[in-house]
């Protein structure tokens, strides 16, 4: 049977445990907002591996001597990062989807700010005052 990762099964006492703490300190980095577990219909709190590692993290920056705070903003950072990170994944891929059909285009911008889409080899008006804007080696394929 495998855990999911995010999954909220550990009490405090086993999440105390697992993370070589005591739970009156897991109580404290949850008011100070620092490792926030789920709650359970009683209340209770329920910590998850993740939970769990990062209560290590924040023990290991505690002993190398960052302060509660600095720690709290280091974890804030670590997700932003994470959260920008992903997004910049989502935007690849859909900049990937959206490249190929356009790789074979060619596209003229009129001087009335029209865009109209061309053919290979066509041109727009001569006697327009439009800027062709192309993919360099489109025209190879």
């Known amino acids: 049977m495998d855990i999911e990762f995010d999954q909220p099964i550990f009490v405090i006492s086993v999440a105390a445990e697992l993370a070589d703490m005591h739970p009156q300190t897991l109580r404290q ?16 709190r329920r910590y998850s591996q993740r939970d ?18 600095g720690i709290k903003r280091i974890l ?10 992903n997004r910049v994944a989502e935007l690849t891929e859909e900049v990937g989807r959206r490249r190929q059909p356009l790789d074979s285009r060619i596209f003229a911008a009129g001087a009335a700010g029209d865009v109209v889409t061309l053919a290979r080899g066509q041109r727009p008006r001569a006697r327009s005052q439009a800027l062709v804007v192309w993919r360099p080696g489109a025209l190879d394929k």
Not at 31 to 37: D, E, F, H
Not at 76 to 85: C, I, R, S, T
């Open 76 to 85: 804030q950072l670590e997700n932003q990062v994470a959260a920008l990170q």
């Open 52 to 69: 769990v590692n990062r209560l290590r993290e924040v023990q290991r920056l505690s002993q190398e001597g960052v302060s509660l705070e």
């Open 29 to 44: 980095y949850d008011r100070l907002g620092i490792v926030s577990p789920s709650r359970a219909p009683g209340k209770s």
